[in-house]
């Protein structure tokens, strides 16, 4: 979580599951440039994804990445 676009990334996802061209519009990243720091949160067993067609799917790993990272904002909002 050391990149403010993988905090951006996993805060998105805390709203549930998107593919690779929603989460570059929401952080305004090119996709290429999303899907690298999503492979960075996957070696880093933060998101899961799933293929469906030639769409990718991203996804919170687990609950204790979605309790993390709720508790991450929280704390930069104070």
Do not use: F, P
């Amino acid at each position: 979580m050391g990149d403010a676009n993988r905090l951006k990334i996993l805060s998105a996802l805390t709203r549930g599951e998107l593919c690779v061209c929603d989460l570059a519009a929401v952080i305004r990243l090119s996709e290429s440039a999303t899907s690298h720091q999503l492979r960075l949160l996957r070696i880093g067993r933060g998101v899961a994804s799933r293929k469906e067609g030639r769409t990718v799917y991203y996804r919170l790993l687990d609950q204790h990445v979605t309790t993390l990272i709720a508790n991450v904002l929280d704390h930069a909002r104070e």
